[in-house]
């Protein structure tokens, strides 16, 4: 049974945040000064168990869920995390599970990961020259050791493998076409993404955004691009193919094209709380009905709600919004 919300956007894609904590620091995200030595993350008792987060999941499945991408913060930094994989692998209507990471820890864990049944891995590389690199993750890793990881993603059977960019003006976008060339030479889809005004504590400006037209424009002038249609309702990059038939590229442009009005997704905090946008200000508990006794149909009934009475269209709505306004941190919910 598939769910529609007010916008009549059917619910098909559930994305699990697993820990809120990550080994890196990206200025975007979880900027150093904020998020020091001294942060307080979430205790462990906190934290939704894997067989909390797996129950959850079949109870969305059978709401109408058939991808799964698990985020965080940094997923591999939560442990064992390949019995998680494994459980969510097991359920009867689950069509994709998928992965995304900063690719540090994935030589330890790619075949690990495979073998327990993810189907899909995403890393976010901002760059391949180190100096960026290592600017904008924090100091906390060379540029070598996510190429390792996405290598070993590579030989453990992964693919079409994904290159996550954010793309920032006068930050990293002068080594946007290398990062493509690389992309292509490997058979990695480079997908780049705008900045976005996730969050209220990565110091987001508008001309701080490169426009994904000009991202396409760039790539474009060096290797002859043309556009391909989606693949399925709500894939939220936009396609492009390279003219010589070697591999494509993707777009995410959520501030210059919002795509709200095909957004099929739902996000489970690390603590159990479910949020209806990247950019919601609040989330709705289900940690706890579900450690109270709540049975799976009034879990579902919960979600049901929730997925029915949402409007939520903040990119479409952005450039007419006054004043700031309180929005949950993109390493709490995943990107």
């Known amino acids: 049974m598939t769910i529609i919300d007010q916008l009549h956007r059917p619910f098909r894609d559930l994305r699990i945040s697993v820990t809120d904590r990550c080994n890196f620091r990206c200025r975007y995200c979880m900027p150093a000064e904020i998020y020091g ?31 799964i991408r698990l985020t ?26 998928a992965l995304t990471t900063n690719g540090y820890l994935l030589p330890e864990k790619a075949q690990i990961l495979r073998e327990a049944g993810l189907g899909r891995v995403t890393v976010s590389l901002d760059s391949l020259d180190n100096t960026v690199f290592r600017a ?5 890793a060379d540029v070598e050791k996510v190429l390792a990881g996405l290598e070993a993603a590579a030989q453990a059977g992964f693919g079409p493998i994904k290159v996550n960019t954010v793309v920032q003006r006068g930050v990293n976008d002068h080594t946007l076409v290398d990062l493509a060339r690389f992309c292509k030479a490997r058979g990695y889809i480079a997908r780049f993404i705008e900045f976005m005004d996730v969050g209220t504590l990565n110091g987001w400006r508008m001309d701080h955004v490169v426009p994904a037209k000009e991202i396409v424009q760039r790539i474009h002038a060096e290797m002859p691009l043309e556009p391909v249609e989606a693949n399925y309702r709500g894939e939220v990059a936009r396609r492009y193919r390279y003219q010589d038939g070697q ?43 579900l450690r109270e006794g709540a049975s799976d149909e009034a879990l579902a009934e919960i979600v049901r709600g929730i997925w029915q009475a949402r409007a939520d269209r903040y990119s479409e709505l952005r450039t007419s919004m006054t004043g700031p306004r309180e929005k949950v941190e993109m390493y709490h919910i995943g990107g």
Not at 136 to 140: D, S, T
Not at 261 to 269: E, K, P, V, Y
Not at 274 to 289: E, I, S
Request: hydrophobic share 40%; with cysteine.
């Open 37 to 67: 030595e001294r942060y307080q993350f979430l205790p462990k008792s906190a934290l939704l168990t894997f067989e909390e987060i797996t129950r959850l999941a079949r109870v969305m499945v059978g709401l109408g869920a058939v991808k």
């Open 72 to 97: 965080g913060g940094e997923p591999l930094v939560r442990q064992q995390i390949e019995k998680l994989v494994a459980q969510l692998a097991a359920l009867d209507g689950v069509q994709d599970i």
């Open 136 to 140: 904008m993750n924090g100091e906390r």
């Open 247 to 289: 591999g494509e590229i993707g777009v995410i442009a959520s501030v210059t094209q919002p795509f709200c009005g095909s957004c099929t997704r739902l996000r489970l905090s690390p603590e159990g709380s479910l949020y209806t946008c990247l950019f919601a200000a609040q989330g709705t508990d289900l940690r706890q009905p």
